[in-house]
């Protein structure tokens, strides 16, 4: 059974750094590019990048380039995303997601919960 | 890049009826790079529709997707009470590479 089990929700201060991760089983992990989407509180679904885990090929959304950092370690299959400096509008539930053989996202996290408050 | 518009915003039905839900592109989307989200409170989405018409596994039939060029269509053609949810439609192109609708919102009447 695929599976993508991300780590527990978040609390953080402004300025603080985070890394959340997305473990995959069930499936060949190396083979599927893994996608990170944010979801603010009440708001609508935002891509923010997409990683293939076999050789860490990376692309972002314009809008999170260079505001977040997408990573994975094939050997233990988990995809991460990570943050230097957080801000109180980085309060959001992050998804993890695996593109199918077509740019469509067919299995998801649970999500993971991250709020950032003083 | 490509903003996808969806409309209504809320559609109020009631079970048993048929759903219409609009997905128009600024730009023309390839069918094969359009697809149909499903997301209930507290739950994560799931994919219901890809390549604009194709049931992904699980997916009821009661469910389809129609359309081409800039504008896709989600059918839902007899409400189930665990229908009412919020639905996006989601593009590959250009950058950024993917994405989404802001959602419709499919509520009981």
């Known amino acids: 059974e695929v599976q993508l089990v991300q780590s527990g929700a978040e609390v953080k201060k402004p300025g603080e750094s985070l890394k959340i991760s997305c473990k995959g089983s069930?499936?060949?992990?190396?083979?599927?590019?893994i996608g990170w989407v944010r979801q603010m509180p009440g708001k609508g679904l935002e891509w923010m990048g997409i990683?293939?885990?076999?050789?860490?090929?990376?692309r972002y959304s314009p809008s999170f380039q260079g505001q977040v950092t997408i990573s994975a370690d094939k050997s233990i299959s988990t995809a991460y995303l990570q943050w230097s400096s957080l801000k109180a509008s980085d309060t959001a539930m992050y998804y993890c997601?695996?593109?199918?053989?077509?740019?469509?996202?067919?299995?998801w996290g649970q999500g993971t919960l991250v709020t950032v408050s003083s | 890049e490509i903003v996808l518009t969806q409309s209504p915003g809320t559609l109020s039905l009631s079970p048993g009826e048929r759903a219409t839900l609009s997905c128009r592109a600024s730009?023309?989307?390839?069918?094969?790079?359009l697809a149909w989200y499903q997301q209930k409170p507290g739950q994560a989405p799931r994919l219901l529709i890809y390549g604009a018409s194709s049931r992904a596994t699980g997916i009821p039939d009661r469910f389809s997707g129609s359309g081409s060029g800039t504008d896709f269509t989600l059918t839902i053609s007899r409400l189930e009470p665990e229908d009412f949810a919020l639905y996006y439609c989601q593009q590959y192109g250009n950058s950024p590479m993917y994405s989404f609708g802001q959602g419709t919102k499919l509520e009981i009447k």
């Open positions: 730009q023309s989307v390839s069918r094969s790079y």
């Open positions: 997601a695996r593109q199918e053989r077509g740019p469509w996202f067919d299995y």
């Open positions: 990683i293939y885990p076999s050789d860490s090929d990376t």
């Open positions: 069930g499936y060949s992990f190396t083979n599927y590019w």
